[in-house]
Nanobody
Framework: QVQLVESGGGLVQAGGSLRLSCAAS????????MGWFRQAPGKERVFVAA????????YYADSVKGRFTISRDNAKNTVPLQMNSLKPEDTAVYYC???????????????????WGQGTQVTVSS
């Protein structure tokens, strides 16, 4: 079973940058697509970005397109999310995920069990 652990969150001023990372356990990491979601206070969890298992396809929410970049390192079992030009509305808990949630957001076929990390807080001050 896959386990996911996020890191890299923190407090940053508007216009600044942060780099989140998701570390995955398991020997089959390169076999499944990965994604990031976020949940702001009082709101539903929403899709942010996803990357295919080989890293050749990426998909972004319109709200982050051009500012965020998702990537993956299959040798290190990590999925970084580079966030630039941050806005106060990017404030949220960011979650790494794989499985059904990524499939529903992107339309990609996924076979691995849906799994979520514990989340990391990102706060952008104005």
């Amino acid at each position: 079973q896959v386990q996911l652990v996020e890191s890299g969150g923190g407090l940053v001023q508007a216009g600044g940058s942060l780099r989140l990372s998701c570390a995955a356990s398991g020997r089959t990491f390169s076999s499944y697509a990965m994604g990031w979601f976020r949940q702001a206070p009082g709101k539903e969890r929403v899709f942010v970005a996803a990357i295919s298992r080989g890293g050749d396809n990426t998909y972004y929410a319109d709200s982050v397109k051009g500012r965020f970049t998702i990537s993956r390192d299959n040798a290190k079992n990590t999925v970084p999310l580079q966030m630039n030009s941050l806005k106060p509305e990017d404030t949220a808990v960011y979650y790494c995920t794989t499985g059904g949630a990524v499939g529903r957001a992107t339309g990609w076929y996924t076979s691995v069990r849906e799994t979520w990390g514990q989340g990391t807080q990102v706060t952008v001050s104005s």
